[in-house]
């Protein structure tokens, strides 16, 4: 078997360039129900990323059924 360490090491200097570069993506954490609104590390921001444009999936009959 080869060096399994070799690759690891890629990984983390190509991981460290980026952080360098000011390039390296976190994923952002949302809180809340899925809707027009989401919570995003404290701050509640315009969702532009549900289909919940009209609001109803916090609807009572939608979330009951």
């Known amino acids: 078997m ?3 360490g070799s690759w690891e090491r890629d990984l ?3 991981l460290h360039e980026l952080k360098e ?3 390296y993506r976190t ?3 949302g809180t809340g129900p899925t809707g ?3 919570v995003v ?3 509640r921001c315009l969702s532009f990323c549900s289909n919940d444009y009209l609001g109803l ?3 009572p009959t939608v979330v009951s059924a």
Request: net charge positive; aromatic share 4%.
């Open 2 to 4: 080869g060096d399994t």
């Open 12 to 14: 983390g200097a190509a």
């Open 21 to 23: 570069k000011d390039l």
């Open 27 to 29: 994923r952002r954490v």
């Open 36 to 38: 027009r609104y989401a």
């Open 41 to 43: 590390e404290g701050r």
């Open 57 to 59: 999936a916090n609807h």
